[in-house]
């Protein structure tokens, strides 16, 4: 599986940004799919989840009521709608695919990783 993620860039406190994220993968609809952010000088963290059908997803508290994670299965891509963005989103932002069409909260639960796009947010 591959993995393309695009639609980062730098916008101001208040904006939004749409990432997407492209998989050539014939069995997307079977995969759960993850974003996950890197900030400087710090870890690699969960953001939101989705499982296969797009019916059950996870938001890690800080961006719940903010971002919305969803996925179209006839395009094989994965998206990240932010709104109502804040400085602490600014991170490489990261798509990951997991073998399984669960959703798994954690990065030992993914097999591929995307390149990243970097997000920032001026205040």
């Known amino acids: 599986v591959q993995l393309q993620a695009s639609g980062g860039g730098l916008v101001q406190a208040g904006d939004s940004l749409r990432l997407s994220c492209a998989a050539s993968?014939?069995?997307?609809?079977?995969?759960?799919m993850g974003w996950f952010r890197q900030a400087s000088g710090k870890e690699r963290v969960i953001v939101a989840a989705?499982?296969?059908?797009?019916?059950?997803?996870y938001y890690t508290d800080s961006v719940k009521g903010r971002f919305t994670i969803s996925r179209d299965n006839a395009k094989n891509t994965l998206y990240l709608q932010m709104n109502s963005l804040k400085s602490e989103d600014t991170a490489i932002y990261y798509c990951a695919a997991r073998i399984g069409s669960y959703i798994a909260a954690s990065q030992s639960g993914y097999n591929y990783w995307g390149q990243g796009t970097q997000v920032t947010v001026s205040s």
């Open positions: 989705i499982n296969w059908s797009g019916d059950n997803t």
């Open positions: 993968t014939r069995t997307f609809k079977n995969i759960g």
